[in-house]
């Protein structure tokens, strides 16, 4: 597992196909369900499935993705974070989740900035987008920490609803 950043508490990689039982956690956890959305992964095989058809496609197809966060001692995935192109945005979005009994130990926000970090000076993105929903406080709230500044909102589809936009 080769990481592409690393943080002083974290090792940020790609993810593997074997990362299925932690992804089939993550995406069943009360946050991704409720702000992100049902995936309709409910065993480890479509889990898997969704890894390469999601997550190593991005990689392959983009350059980037959704990478997997890990504890830097024990390399014990607790989330992911990374950039998502969107057919909607002009820019790829940092996108985050992270596993319930690791959330406000500031993972996330220590991800983010080493990511923002890697897309400008790595990746060579030269504007990085970031959208959530006007009730989901806390992504607000992280999104406003790591210098992203609200810009104007979005609509993705027809009847999906209107999203908060920032930029960097």
């Given at each position: 597992m080769k990481a592409i950043t690393k943080t002083p508490r974290l090792q940020i990689c790609e993810a593997e196909v074997t990362d299925s039982k932690f992804i089939l956690e993550l995406l069943n956890s009360p946050n991704w369900l409720e702000f992100i959305g049902d995936r309709d992964v409910k065993t480890e095989k479509q889990a898997?499935?969704?890894?390469?058809?999601?997550?190593?496609?991005s990689y392959k197809q983009n350059g980037y993705g959704l990478y997997k966060m890990c504890l830097k001692e024990s390399l014990h995935p607790i989330g992911i974070c990374g950039f998502v192109k969107r057919d909607y945005l002009d820019h790829p979005d940092i996108g985050f989740a992270i596993l319930p009994q690791f959330e406000g130990k500031g993972f996330t926000y220590e991800a983010c900035i080493a990511l923002l970090d890697y897309g400008k000076y790595h990746l060579k993105l030269d504007s990085i987008l970031g959208i959530t929903t006007m009730e989901n406080i806390k992504s607000r709230n992280l999104l406003e920490k790591i210098n992203l500044k609200q810009v104007g909102t979005v609509t993705p589809k027809k009847n999906q609803g209107e999203y908060l936009l920032f930029s960097t």
């Amino acid at each position: 597992m080769k990481a592409i950043t690393k943080t002083p508490r974290l090792q940020i990689c790609e993810a593997e196909v074997t990362d299925s039982k932690f992804i089939l956690e993550l995406l069943n956890s009360p946050n991704w369900l409720e702000f992100i959305g049902d995936r309709d992964v409910k065993t480890e095989k479509q889990a898997n499935a969704y890894i390469k058809s999601s997550l190593i496609a991005s990689y392959k197809q983009n350059g980037y993705g959704l990478y997997k966060m890990c504890l830097k001692e024990s390399l014990h995935p607790i989330g992911i974070c990374g950039f998502v192109k969107r057919d909607y945005l002009d820019h790829p979005d940092i996108g985050f989740a992270i596993l319930p009994q690791f959330e406000g130990k500031g993972f996330t926000y220590e991800a983010c900035i080493a990511l923002l970090d890697y897309g400008k000076y790595h990746l060579k993105l030269d504007s990085i987008l970031g959208i959530t929903t006007m009730e989901n406080i806390k992504s607000r709230n992280l999104l406003e920490k790591i210098n992203l500044k609200q810009v104007g909102t979005v609509t993705p589809k027809k009847n999906q609803g209107e999203y908060l936009l920032f930029s960097t």
